[in-house]
């Protein structure tokens, strides 16, 4: 008679403990253990206990292979979610471990394998062959490709999120914050609407101090002071919610026609527009892509958008600065060139227009279109092509969290037909899809990888680009343990040639998720090493720093509405000198969509309570001891980054900590 001892993890969020009976049966190459009911006295499988049980078997098992689990009905249903089981070998001082991280709904069996990454040609165990072609079988009738709308990333088959599975889904406390933080915004705001005027305009700028409320943030605060001057709006260009629009001017475009005297004033002393484009010093924000775009109605009045140019310079005493804005991508007479040396109000009212394009850039193409529909397309084909043994399956899991469900709610409730964006967004309704649509034409895998996008956009020398130095930083971090990581798994190019379920992964990524856009980039083939690592550097620093940098900041820069507004109310000025603060107040959002868009850009912004930082593991995918090495090393480098951080924004007044690794989400969950 052989006894194992077996140790059964239980989740440790809401519910995840059961009171129905759970039995278990060891699988090894010679045979299988008895059925055993898994039962100590007292209570088993509470949230977050670790129980421990004896399993005999009449005969030596041999190299164990699976652990079945089984849930039965007691009385009531009552899902379990199992962390993880561990089994001691009789006779030696060995424990293998099987990780599960998986919901058990109803009567079921679920058949977990020992914890050892292993790729196809690893597995040489026809019932082991056959259990990872069983799991990718059933994972792919459980996670289906859908085309949400033509023209954008296609995403998983589910109408809401109540339709993903619970392996899928939010904890129960998440949704429980998620669901009751939007209200209690929406809530707050509608006090502070009362108590002003519903619905109307309001008189002076100041007047938007009355909803700027308790739920504050330093940002927010010196967005406030400092949102009138230029040197401010440069630094937003560079380090704000949308850090990946500037781009180098070597030549003006022709049709911004802004000649060298227009700007002389702008300029250092001794310099021209003409030295300045040649020393390289001169940058360009290009919004042609919301050139025609179709705008909302909200409560029967149209709003307005603008297609601006801006013209930047770098000055060697006051930074980056905007010399000239052009509202409309047509130039002519009725729609001049904006000057500093403008009447201020006709100036400032430029950048707001400038502002408000970079609202609907920054949430629409930025945040979702680059961010959450790029990952969910990994996130569909990881599911359905990669068994749980495969290591690139356990590298990419904990980046994938809870990202199926956030973008079914954004879906839903935030880009619907009757979406938060409808209600107060000048892109809501038809407006937004078609932006989007008009981004997903021209977007190139290339664009993705930080280092391109930095030497593409002419960027790589601009002082004070914080997003830039953190995202390079991070960006060598991840590659450096993805790397590792790779080398663990795969000898040899020939190796990743070879692995059947990983090339069946990027054909789904590329010929299924990303299609319609035929000048992606992305193979449909992986070829060597170097490519695997960097596409998996890509989703990973994706779906981590690149959501950080484009999420995080959302209420500290646009909880000052006029800074970045939603929607405008009236048309862009024609005429620099009719520019009032009467005009201005009427073009502004109004209290109402105001105090919605302070509410929705502090419930997505905010740290979530529940947020796993970068390169921290609470599920633990890999057992062995060079993996956790790997990922050892890859924290003790963000730890050097979160300090180069920390010394560099020590005493600043305005502080970059949006890339600080502790501040980062291993996944994009909001």
């Known amino acids: 008679m052989e006894v194992y001892t077996v140790t ?13 009976y759970i039995f278990i049966t060891l699988v090894g190459e010679k045979g299988e253990s008895e059925r055993t009911l898994l039962d100590n ?33 007691y009385w009531v249903e009552d899902n379990w979610f199992c ?8 006779g030696e001082d060995k424990v293998l471990t099987f990780p599960c991280y998986r919901w058990l709904i109803g009567d079921v069996k679920l058949e977990i394998r020992e914890g050892t990454a292993k790729t196809l040609k690893d597995d040489s165990s026809p019932l082991l062959l056959a259990h990872r072609k069983t799991e990718l079988q059933e994972r792919r009738n459980t996670y289906r490709w859908v085309t949400w709308a033509p023209g954008v990333p296609r995403c998983i088959d589910a109408k809401t999120e109540a339709d993903l599975p619970q392996d899928v889904r939010f904890d129960n406390e998440k949704r429980s914050d998620f669901e009751h933080s939007l209200q209690y915004a929406l809530l707050e705001l509608s006090l502070k609407k009362l108590a002003i005027r519903f619905g109307k305009s309001w008189n002076d700028l100041d007047d938007f101090k009355r909803i700027f409320w308790k739920l504050r943030s330093p940002i927010a605060e010196y967005s406030m002071e400092h949102w009138k001057e230029d040197w401010f709006f440069g630094y937003q260009c560079m380090n704000g919610s949308n850090p990946r629009m500037i ?20 300029m250092a ?92 850039v920054f949430q629409l193409l930025s945040h979702l279109l680059r961010t959450h529909l790029v990952i969910e397309v990994f996130c569909v084909a990881t599911l359905r092509q990669l068994p749980a043994v495969h290591p690139i399956y356990k590298l990419l899991a904990p980046h994938l969290r809870y990202t199926l469900e956030i973008n079914c709610r954004g879906r839903t409730q935030l880009i619907s037909a009757d979406g938060i964006f ?67 798994y795969y000898q040899s190019d020939q190796d990743v040639q070879e692995d059947l379920e990983l090339q069946a992964w990027i054909r789904d990524i590329s010929q299924e ?12 083939k992986l070829s060597s090493r170097e490519e695997l690592c960097t596409l998996l550097s890509v989703a990973i ?81 890999f057992t062995e001891g060079q993996a956790k090495e790997v990922i050892d090393r890859f924290r003790d480098e963000l730890k050097e980054i979160e300090g180069h951080i920390l010394n560099q924004n020590e005493g600043l007044e305005l502080q970059y900590l949006f890339l600080l690794p502790s501040r980062i989400e291993n996944s994009i969950t909001i």
């Not at 993890?9 to 809401?14: I, K």
């Not at 509470?46 to 129980?51: F, I, N, T």
């Not at 180098?248 to 802004?258: S, T």
């Open 422 to 488: 409808k209600r107060v967004v000048s892109t809501g309704g038809d407006g937004l899809l078609i932006l989007a649509q008009r981004e997903y034409k021209v977007l190139t895998y290339r664009s993705l990888h930080p280092r391109n996008d930095f030497t593409d956009r002419g960027v790589s020398q601009l002082p004070s680009y914080f997003y830039r130095e953190h995202s390079l930083m991070l960006w060598d971090a991840i590659h450096s343990f993805v790397s590792g990581m790779v080398s663990l």
């Open 83 to 90: 962390r993880y089981v561990t089994v001691e070998l009789p």
């Open 541 to 621: 620093f994706t779906s981590t720093a690149q959501h950080a940098a484009t999420n995080n900041g959302q209420f500290d820069w646009c909880a000052w509405v006029p800074n970045t507004p939603c929607t405008m109310r009236h048309p862009p000025p024609t005429d620099k000198d009719a520019v009032t603060m009467e005009m201005i107040m009427a073009t502004l959002p109004d209290v109402s969509q105001s105090c919605v868009q302070m509410a929705i850009t502090w419930h997505l912004g905010r740290a979530q309570p529940d947020a796993i930082p970068l390169g921290q593991y609470t599920e633990e995918y």
């Open 41 to 73: 006295p007292g209570l088993d499988f509470c949230r977050g206990a670790v129980d421990q049980y004896k399993v005999t078997s009449p005969s030596p098992l041999g190299s164990l292979l699976l652990v079945r689990l089984e849930k039965q009905r």
């Open 513 to 524: 998720g990303f299609t319609d856009i035929p000048n992606f980039g992305l193979s449909s």
């Open 247 to 266: 781009q180098r001017c070597k030549k003006l475009p022709e049709n911004f026609p802004v000649s060298a005297d227009m700007v002389q004033s702008s």
């Open 269 to 360: 002393p001794r310099t021209n527009l003409d030295k300045e484009l040649k020393a390289g010093n001169i940058y360009l924000l290009d919004y042609a892509i919301m050139d025609g775009i179709p705008t909302n109605t909200i409560r029967g009045k149209p709003q307005y958008i603008a297609a601006p140019l801006c013209l930047l310079y770098q000055h060697p005493d006051d930074g980056l600065i905007p010399i000239a804005i052009q509202l409309e991508q047509t130039p002519g007479p009725d729609k001049p060139i904006f000057l500093p040396r403008d009447p201020p109000l006709a100036w400032l009212l430029a950048k707001m227009w400038v502002r408000h394009s970079e609202f609907q």
């Open 8 to 20: 059964v993890a239980t989740g440790t969020s809401e519910y995840s403990g059961t009171n129905n």
